[in-house]
């Protein structure tokens, strides 16, 4: 095809002479066509005869199918009266083909809007009958490519060091022939020599493909933590889930680094977020080797660059999707969150002032392919609530739940200050400063109103429970795990029951502070149907007494909740060790052993034997590390965890 053609093509949407916003370039850098995994920026100019500021989404179709959001809506720079888009860099990484690349930039301001399409030819990697195989920018993830597959069948790569029978194997992938395939692949050692090779399932037959080696590269030097194995693997280990995702990253930390190790410490597989001077937090392990992670970067709001961001990324490291702060902000207040403002415009916050921060700790993905995500809100409420004695106007700190649908545009959500009662104050006093480690960005504070904000809730997990098609949602700072009438996108967002001292349900036990306190990583267990996990980080139960015992270690938990009875029944409450003041993960194992990971100040990666008729186990498995948000021992890099 003639490169002119294939490189610009003006669809019906470009504005006329006279409108407000035109766009000027639509440059690719390489220029098609290029092969499957080669990074391509784009970088668009404009003009607005608008207030501005312009902003710049991106959007990608398959031949000739539908057009799906890949950058939302995020604002570019001015320059002599020039826009400039924030560069787009795409990736084509699974089949060759054409694809239309749209850009459509929109003057919020005065709502006016232009487009303009490319056509982009991505080629194989593979031109003959052999696979192949080639290195990525991460030197321990590579791109295994193979021949077209019979439609209707599927195929998956094998991976294992050369010289060893011990592997890996990817996700299993539906053949789409005439085109060719090609995984991602990681979970590799790095200066290591691996075969690999494909296998093809059409029906009950599997048929081996040739093998392929490649050698990945040694670790850059990004300072990658040292482990300790304090317990090594053993009998009662589950080694079946042999891998563990560490999310290194600590929010408002400047550190941006998530690492996957065996069971011991050897790191096989990083993800470095590209501007590492501002932090990346990996929420959530998805299916087929993506991941869901909050990032800083600029966005629409320019006094703050901290968690602006929601991207889907691939194991290279490529953003698959993108949307942030400003757009989705922009979605909210259009549907009714009135709280939603954007933070840079509330210049002189009085009483009833609200805006919208950050996202932050979560964001799910959910059964149907939407997304939640927490929010913050931060908003100004009466001289002397929450028994504030500063004497002026109080800023707190809430949350928000978003729901985006399968092309990230918000469908749903609900607010705290709508749902919880403001006057139930943090349970152990919990403020935030501007700069505060663990706290968002800051707007409203010091502004007439209080010098702190007060962290009322500082909500930091999400899950979704298929029984019943509702929100579990942890708030920290209340000792709560709350239920959201969620009922699939059709629910009120209301309270349904708070779980935790001083809630909805009884808790029988001999034990003198039988709940958890400050609390993270709570979800039910296969697939709703079983036990109820958490880390008990303990701070209110170590807190001085009256509140608290005035010692004691955090516990891994696993709860049966009644919703009959309102009851809960321990079936785990297990001493850890350690003390976690903040950060955690919970999860139950394919083996029936549970796993959880205090996180700071020290991370210890524990995997716990229950004892049969106890409510306490034994260690099998015991990697301290460095300071981590969160971690997940799986099987590999492309199956999440059964939560």
Known sequence: MNRSIISFLFLAGVSTANAAV??????????????????????????????GPLTFQFN??????PFVMVRDFNVGTLSSSTWTSQPFVWNATDIEGTRQIQVVAKDFSTNESTSMTALFQVTPLVTGSDPVVVATANPIVAFFSAPPCPSGSFMRVVFHPQGSSVGNKTNWADCHAPATMTFEIAGMYPSTTYVMYSQTATGTQVVTGPSKKFTTGALPNLGFPAFTVNV???PGTDTADGTILHGFTVLGSGVALDIATDLVGNVNWYYSANDPTHSALLTRPLKGGHFLTVQSGMAWNPLTQELQFLREIDLAGNVVRETNIGIVQHQLFALGATDAQACNAVTTPTVGSACLGGFHHDAIRLPNGFTAVLADIEKIFPIGTQNDTSGLPVDIIGDIIIVLDSNWQVVWWTDTFQQLDINRAAVLGETCANGQGGCPPLFLVGKGTTTVAHDWLHGNSLYYWPKNGAIVYSTRHQDWVIKFDYNNGLGTGQVLWRLGLDGD?????QDPYPWFSHQHDVGFENNGAGVLT??????TRVSPPPVGLGSGNSRGMALIVDETTMQVTAVLSADLGVYALALGSAQLLSNGNYFYQPG????YCI???????????TQVLNLQSATSYRSFQVPDLYTPPIT
């Open 22 to 51: 035109q766009i000027l370039s639509m440059t690719p850098s390489p220029a098609s066509p290029q092969q499957i995994g080669t990074p391509i920026t784009w970088t668009v100019t404009a003009t607005d005869s608008g207030p």
């Open 607 to 617: 995997e716990i034997l229950p004892t049969s008729g106890t409510l306490t186990g």
């Open 60 to 65: 990608v179709a398959r031949g000739g199918g």
């Open 505 to 509: 349900f009884a808790f029988p036990s």
């Open 534 to 539: 958490l880390f008990d980080n303990g701070n």
């Open 232 to 234: 090594p693997p053993g």
């Open 600 to 603: 700071i100040p020290n991370s």
